[in-house]
């Protein structure tokens, strides 16, 4: 990309297409037209996905101004972050997902593509090599999250990303509810971060 874009990371079974990646989508392209937004479809694979992100937006000298990570998103955004430095803003980020995501080995299905894939232990072994270590004070970790989340426990992340910039809303949901109205915080999080470099 040939200017200044933000890189937003999708949940476990989820795709470009979900709600929040799409309300980004049409909200910068409303108040930022000239920042772009990238939204990769990531693979089943932590392994594979992974690769993939750094390969394709690490690799080179034209990096995001920013990650966007929700959920398993969020998890590898943390990842992201501790290993290159970039700006992240978690979104209900799953903190401990080679435990959670115990429950779904086997068959699964993508809830957006229709896509069938077999979630295997090894998966966890991936995940569970992609941890990052809890963010000491002034990394530019932006945590957002919702105490109605019921898939995951909000204050784990609370827990975990203490130290950093952290937004806790009563009640919400996963989905994160209401998500347009702090995109104007997170984007301001990530060009402030670039202002500070």
């Given amino acids: 990309m040939s200017h200044s874009y933000i890189l937003y990371l999708h949940g476990f079974n ?5 709600f929040k990646a799409q309300c980004s989508q049409q ?5 930022y037209p000239n920042m772009d937004l990238a939204i990769p479809a990531l693979h089943y694979s932590p392994a594979v996905a992974m690769e993939r992100l750094e390969r394709e937006y690490f690799a080179g000298g034209d990096r ?3 990650v966007i990570g929700s959920s398993l998103g ?7 972050h501790h290993r290159y430095g970039v700006s992240s803003a978690l979104i209900n ?3 401990r997902p080679y435990d959670l995501l115990e429950d779904y080995l086997g068959i699964n299905k993508n809830l957006y593509t229709g896509e069938e894939y077999v979630l295997e232990p090894r998966h966890m072994d991936e995940l569970l090599a992609l941890d990052s270590p809890s963010p000491t004070i002034g990394e530019r ?17 609370a827990l975990k990303f203490a130290h950093c910039a952290l937004w806790v809303q009563s009640g919400g949901s996963h989905e994160f509810e209401d998500f347009e109205r702090v ?7 990530f060009l402030s971060s670039t202002i500070q470099k």
Avoid: C, H, M
């Fill in 14 to 18: 989820s795709s470009p297409q979900s």
């Fill in 27 to 31: 909200w910068l392209a409303k108040y």
């Fill in 64 to 66: 995001p101004l920013g």
């Fill in 74 to 80: 969020g998890y590898y955004a943390a990842y992201l």
């Fill in 93 to 95: 980020p799953a903190v």
């Fill in 141 to 157: 970790i932006y945590t957002l999250v919702q105490t109605g989340d019921a898939t995951l426990n909000y204050r784990e992340a």
């Fill in 183 to 189: 995109l104007p915080s997170i984007v301001n999080f």
